[in-house]
């Protein structure tokens, strides 16, 4: 399928201009592609209902937006971790890298992204926002300028536009290519929920609007667009998992799509991600409720003045599996000497484990068991 040209620029080298998006002929898929996609479909249908059987679901979107959002930063390069992300919250930054707030602003804008699409549709000046959230006071959108699309060429591998691996579309095409793509994620489709969505995020990344900060920004969307579209009642499908897992195939199957108009071999790819990450969470989703069950069992055992205090500690665990014991006094609303008590009494019956026992001071103790669940699979 032709979605576009590579043009020679005044300038000397090639920059690809977009054709119109959808194209006017409706995209047809193979046989395989339409069989990926119904499922996928059921499997992201089976994890969505798991999920709402958790108790707390609330709590534990907090664990997977902030696996998602470690995940796409480490497709760009960031070196920092969820654990990483998880001691920032509690304002623990010895030994932490810089590029930590990578993370913590992919966090801050796909939260914005979900409130924001609650109240208005996706539209080119929400994802002007969300862009904003992600790179606004990061040392990567220093010069970039966030919240806004690029003014100047920009350019994917290589050293300069006329060596790059993609030259994306030249600024004067953006408003156009970007009109499309809005009117294509708001318009009455022909096309299933997932195909749409895989379709939106090669567009986007074609597009490359912005100065930097495309890759995650794109990603960021497919959640969004799962739940503005109601495919997810909440965000817990991390596909950068899958996408950083074979990452160069990623990058080669997006460069297929623009490049060759290879449409089929791109969504069978996405498809098939959105198969095993889906299957994945809802095994997950299941151990995150035996886990649940089995530690609620611990901590009613517990008798006394201390059982109110305990519950909420372990509800705040789910939220912020490490912890200090400032942490867990304002969690619990105990005196810093009666937080300290049941902190001790959390790490007597198992359930949490402190992980810097060299020092007596500053002491930091983790969700172990709970942590596990969320490590990345390689």
Request: aromatic share 10%.
């Amino acid at each position: 399928m032709n979605l576009g040209k590579s043009v020679t620029q005044t300038q000397g080298y090639k920059a690809f201009i977009p054709e119109k998006f959808p194209p006017k002929k409706p995209i047809t898929f193979d046989v395989e592609t339409s069989l990926l996609n119904s499922k996928a479909d059921v499997a992201l249908g089976k994890l969505d209902g798991v999920a709402q059987l958790i108790p707390d679901i609330d709590f534990f979107t907090f664990m997977y937006v902030r696996k998602e959002a470690t995940l796409s930063s480490n497709i760009e390069g960031t070196k920092a971790t969820m654990h990483d992300a998880l001691k920032a919250d509690i304002k623990i930054s010895e030994g932490l890298p810089k590029d930590v707030e990578n993370i913590i602003h992919y966090i801050s804008a796909l939260n914005y992204g979900l409130s924001k699409i609650q109240k208005v549709p996706l539209s080119t000046r929400v994802l002007k926002d969300i862009h904003k959230k992600l790179m606004l006071g990061t040392e990567e959108g220093k010069g970039k300028t966030p919240g806004e699309f690029r003014t100047t060429q920009n350019w994917i591998g290589g050293t300069r536009p006329d060596n790059a691996d993609f030259v994306p579309p030249p600024p004067h095409e953006l408003a156009r290519s970007l009109g499309d793509f809005e009117k294509f994620l708001n318009m009455k489709q022909p096309y299933p929920p997932l195909i749409i969505a895989g379709l939106m995020h090669a567009q986007f990344e074609t597009i490359h609007p912005f100065l930097d900060g495309n890759g995650r920004t794109g990603r960021l969307l497919i959640t969004l667009q799962l739940c503005h579209c109601n495919m997810l009642e909440y965000p817990i499908l991390y596909l950068s998992e899958y996408f950083k897992k074979h990452r160069d195939t990623y990058f080669q199957y997006l460069s297929d799509y623009h490049n060759n108009g290879n449409v089929d071999r791109w969504l069978k790819f996405f498809l098939e991600g959105v198969f095993e990450v889906s299957e994945e969470a809802t095994i997950l989703s299941k151990k995150i409720v035996k886990l649940q069950q089995q530690d609620s069992d611990k901590v009613h055992a517990l008798s006394g003045k201390q059982a109110p205090s305990a519950i909420r500690l372990l509800r705040g665990l789910y939220k912020q599996p490490i912890i200090d014991v400032a942490t867990a006094a304002k969690i619990t609303g105990l005196s810093r000497q009666a937080a300290n008590s049941l902190v001790a009494k959390f790490e007597e019956i198992g359930v949490i484990k402190q992980t810097n026992e060299s020092v007596k001071y500053g002491r930091e103790f983790s969700y172990v068991e709970y942590l596990s669940l969320f490590r990345e699979k390689t």
